[in-house]
């Protein structure tokens, strides 16, 4: 989920046609997150969009067709609520905190009804081979690794020592996030996001220069 070749969710110039794509799309989204893709059917959707069969038809072919859409929007909206405001912050730990709060601040306002939209699909999809499961999987190899490029950038600077292993801080920042928001759709308590936030900041002192304040988040 790099920042960098996501496909526009809406094409330019935007029609009429684009438009109600955008709308299926962010329904889509919602019902997948509580529902599953699996439960995401064109008759499901017509039924939330008020629209019909023969039209949803139009813009997706079938029910793979649907789903790997809805991978791709949900994709664009990740990256646009987490990475979009987090690279303004300064190159380094800063950067790093900002990516990972946005994370954590996109889980617990609940951008979708049933809360992290990958967090529900990785689940659903890990031991389904096709091509749903390979974009998913694609999403979310593309979200560690950023987050290792942004703890090397971070070791880069001299703000992290050279014993900060970037795949494998990636890898236990990416599950602390995904820990909190399961937990949080489970029991409906945020103090899950604070013991992630907490964990995470407590981890990055392990490996922070001296004298470095670990920004709060």
């Known amino acids: 989920m790099t920042p960098s070749s996501p496909e526009p969710l809406v094409p330019h110039p935007a029609h009429k046609g684009a438009l109600t794509r955008q709308a299926i799309l962010q329904e889509a989204m919602d019902l997948a997150s509580v529902n599953g893709l699996e439960g995401l059917t064109i008759g499901s959707l017509a039924e939330a969009t008020n629209l019909s069969k023969s039209g949803l038809f139009a813009h997706f072919g079938s029910k793979e067709e649907l789903q790997l859409a809805t991978v791709q929007a949900a994709r664009a909206v990740f990256i646009e609520q987490v990475f979009g405001p987090a690279l303004t912050a300064p190159r380094g730990v800063k950067r790093l ?107 990055l002192k392990v490996f922070a220069a001296p004298g470095l304040r670990i920004p709060s988040f």
């Open 97 to 203: 905190c900002a990516v990972l709060a946005a994370w954590l601040d996109y889980a617990e306002r609940e951008m979708f009804r049933g809360g992290c939209f990958f967090a529900a699909v990785s689940v659903e999809f890990d031991s389904r081979p096709g091509p749903v499961r390979d974009m998913v999987t694609v999403c979310m190899d593309d979200w560690r690794t950023s987050l290792a490029r942004l703890v090397r950038e971070a070791r880069e600077c001299g703000e992290l020592s050279r014993g900060a292993d970037p795949e494998q801080l990636a890898f236990e920042f990416g599950a602390l996030a995904l820990g909190a928001n399961g937990a949080f759709q489970l029991h409906r308590d945020h103090r899950c996001f604070a013991m992630a936030r907490r964990a995470i900041k407590e981890r």
